[in-house]
């Protein structure tokens, strides 16, 4: 985990579930939280190469999706 002044990141393996039914997939993640943005949760999935994802997120959304499914359902 690297920690910089305002800034805390940590390297993760997120389990992404890309269908109904089929087991997740292993994928390179990090999570990265800072002070001036601090309701905010960066995830970036992916490895790092250009097709990485990054989305942000509150961080309230986090918390509440380690305890349940959390969020929009359905297709996007």
């Known amino acids: 985990m690297e920690q910089r002044l305002g800034t805390v990141t940590s390297a993760v393996t997120a389990q ?18 800072e002070v001036s943005d601090p309701y905010a949760v960066v995830l970036t999935l992916g490895p790092s190469t250009d097709w990485a994802v990054t989305w942000v997120f509150a961080r309230a959304l986090l918390a509440e999706g380690l305890r349940r499914p959390t969020g929009a359902s359905g297709n996007i």
Not at 16 to 33: D, H, I, K, M, S
């Open 16 to 33: 992404v579930r890309t269908a109904e039914g089929v087991p997740p997939t292993p994928l390179p993640a990090e999570l990265r939280y």
